[in-house]
């Protein structure tokens, strides 16, 4: 019951005009963004992260979650038109969601997104209420040792289990924690890496690799390929946005098996909702194979309806274990970590009892969030993909100004341009080569809670390697990442030799 | 607007790469082709060398075991250890990426476009101080837009100076960044 009274509280903080002009831009943004081919929602907060230093913490956290789910929306509907995924968690809503756009029921597959992303997205904020504060209570116990094995887990898990090749995620992620490195070490005073800089004294700057990494590489890279891929062909969506009640009948129980899946994914940091997504498409595959009229492959509703609500239960239960345990799966999520720090707020147990004000208007913002994106995505869906016509030369020219923009207003060097530009660059080498992107950022952000908390337990074992196996907690930790290790190799297996789509 | 996601299944599925185009690797099999992933070894070979010195050449006075050079020189050994295995699976598995437009290129890449969005960043940057913001920022739009394939250069111009003074009025006056007004600066 306390929880409800906090969030009770934390909506008449959040319901003021302000906020939630706030919440409604960051629904717009996140959305607009999804929409767009090849920008994600993690673009658009590596964005507006230089921006929101204007605005008070809590208005800049309300915006960035309007921006992380609208994203996951607007994702869905270029899915369904364009046959175009602007992120990974999004592909497996175009298999039998695009297939119902040619079948003509584009509108009908549209408000099955909404609806399936709303349920889920609502399901997990639930969820994150209760559970939040007694995940936060448990995990103030914790110590150096735990916090190693937490951060560890976070960073195999990204960088071995979502990527499709192990060596690429460990690649990016020994970068990542390598740019954290630099700058003056907070045990010895040390300067590292700088080779006598002045610039680098303070080391790289969060958002100058955010910028870099998520958005001006990703701008080189559509560059590289934009005169040459054939366009896509949209399918208008005209029609009646509203479900009949045969069709919510029939997607009903995918959207609950769908939930059901995604919810956990958030707090096992496997790396955002990419997998919980193919997991729910192919449970309801499979339980489609054994009816008596197999509708997979047809434009089955029940293929789309759970991918889309897998997707936005992982994202709700996400923002839980990032405020909770201070621990981002996915890039987004990192970021919105760096910003947390950046406002001198340490997400983990003592956010819940240091900021309650913030945490509570957060969290009801959430669902704040979930009914402004239903209400803008159910009846405008077909609006939406009007974005398409701005012309793609100004819409990324527009995007490399605000690159620059963003890095050059909060460092005022050219220095930091420079570097934006350098690591700009390695971005776009890495996605040519698909190394994943999100073992880097949150390697960048995980690493110097990974190297104190390594270096405080060995400091207090007198070197002994042993304190990182002793107590239950890194244990369970560390048997839990051999659990996730184990079934991964087990699935890819299982790939190579049975494919079938 | 073309899309820059390649078409939906193959993104997470390994395939996308192995699917070379059978019928024509005959006319142009240099060795390269399908290597130039080998520059992700190259960056960790030039990341951990960059830790190496730095941890060679770093001033540290007494410090108890954990020292400031323990953390990096462990990435600084797995960056060397994975620049190796990269480098291993590249020359075993090179990785060709399909070509989904119709016609044949050398490099899969579209280096003219990548080259005017890079050179016009680089311009930017090194001239936003001396010229202001207004002006490097619509040479910086200008830039972008052509490597992106617009065809209209005058109308562009005039596009990106309206771009760039309403992002200057907009930050500086709206939101008091600090942008630098540069050689407009003086005269008005």
Redesign the interface.
Known sequence: MDSLNLLAEGFSSALTPMNLLWVLVGCLLGTAVGVL??LGSSMAVALLLP?TF?LDPTAAFIMFAGVYFGGMFGDSTM?IL?????Q?SA?AS??EG?KMAKDGRAAQALATAAIGAFIGGMVASVLVVFLAPALADFSANFGPAEFFALALFAFVATSSVVA??A??G??AL??G??IA?VGI?P??G????S?GAPEMFDGISLITVTVAILA?G???????????????QRISSAGRPFLSRAELKEAAPAWARGTAIGLPFGVIPAGGS?IPT?ISYDVERRIDRRRKHPKFGKGAIRGLAAPEAAGNATTGTAMGALLALGLPVSATAAIMLAAFQQYGLQPGPLLFDRSPDLVWALLASFFIAMIVLLIINLPFAGLWAKL?LI????L???I???C??GV??TS?A?FD??M??GL???G???R????PLAPLMIGVVLGPLA?TS??DA??SS??NYSVFVTGPIPLVLYSLLFIVLAVTLRSKIVNRTR?D? | MSNPVPPPAPATEPQRTETADAGQTSSRTSWWDGRSGLLLSLLMVLFSTYLLIGILTMDVGETDFPGPKFFPGILMIAGYVLAVLLALHYLRSPERPQETSAQQFRTFTDWTAVLWAVGGFLLFALSLERLGWIIAGAMLFWFVARGFGSRRPLFDISFALLFSSAVYLAFTVGLGLNLPSGILGGGF
Request: aromatic share 12%; charged share 15%.
């Open positions: 081919p090849g921006i204007a899915a364009m046959n175009t995924p602007g990974a592909i175009t298999f695009h499709d090749s060596v690429k460990l690649a020994v970068i924690l390598g490195t070490d045990f010895s040390a300067q590292r890496f080779f001006l990703e701008v080189f890279h559509i560059a590289s390929r934009i005169r040459r891929d054939p366009g896509g990419e193919f398409l012309p793609a030369p100004y990324y020219a527009g490399t100004v605000f620059g923009l050059y207003a005022g050219v341009l420079l934006l530009l700009g660059l390695v776009f080498l890495m040519r080569h698909g190394m190297e390594m270096r060995l400091l007198n070197g494919r789509v």
